[in-house]
T-cell receptor, first 112, second 114 residues
């Protein structure tokens, strides 16, 4: 079964600085998708960024980018120019031939 | 285009009662997923449905839990004879097709069992 591991339960970053959240996964599939979701205190699950495994180029969405290392099964999220509104739980997720599998999350605090 | 709608937002039940959670997927989406989130945990998959069919229920407890997605109307997650351990946030998500589409989530229903 596929598993997703987020080894950092909590992280903090100064406003305007850069932070990287780690994620590793385990799979025997060759074709799959990886996602980062943000969950603010409102509890809403917001899709931040998505990466197709067959694409070598790392996905980027404005201040959010990923470092996808397929051989290492690593999928980290980099947030640049952090803003107070970035404070939330961040979940890494994997989807292959099974429904979406989530990691346990990383709580990100942004310090003004 | 309305997003995934879940209701109620909060639901309080006493032990032994039934809980019914509703989910209306986004327009044009025929795939529905239910997830459960315990405090300080990630989301755990429960069940995947298409219209009138259960595709994957590998995450559903064998007893007391059931789900449906009828031809007309919302998807329903039903929990019979609730116990305190059922207290959690239950999220519904939908997608227009199968595994290569990102899931769009509702705001969840927080179930509290007293």
């Amino acid at each position: 079964a596929q598993t997703v591991t987020q080894s950092q339960p909590e992280m903090s970053v100064q406003e305007a600085e850069t932070v990287t959240l780690s994620c590793t996964y385990d799979t025997s599939e060759s074709d799959y998708y990886l996602f980062w979701y943000k969950q603010p205190p409102s509890r809403q699950m917001i899709l931040v960024i998505r990466q197709e495994a067959y694409k070598q180029q790392n996905a980027t969405e404005n201040r959010f980018s990923v470092n996808f290392q397929k051989a290492a099964k690593s999928f980290s999220l980099k947030i640049s120019d952090s803003q107070l509104g970035d404070a939330a739980m961040y979940f890494c997720a994997y989807r292959g031939n099974t429904p979406l599998v989530f990691g346990k999350g990383t709580r990100l605090s942004v310090i003004a | 285009n309305a997003g995934v709608m879940q209701n109620p937002r909060h639901l309080v039940r006493r032990r032994g009662q039934e809980a019914r959670l509703r989910c209306s997927p986004m327009k044009g989406h025929s795939h529905v997923y239910w997830y459960r989130q315990l405090p300080e945990e990630g989301l755990k998959f429960m069940v995947y449905l298409q219209k009138e069919n259960i595709i994957d229920e590998s995450g559903m407890p064998k007893e007391r839990f059931s789900a449906e997605f009828p031809k007309e109307g919302p998807s329903i997650l039903r929990i019979q004879q609730v116990v305190r351990g059922d207290s959690a946030a239950y999220f519904c998500a939908s997608s227009p097709s199968s595994y290569n589409s990102p899931l769009h989530f509702g705001n969840g229903t927080r179930l509290t069992v007293t």
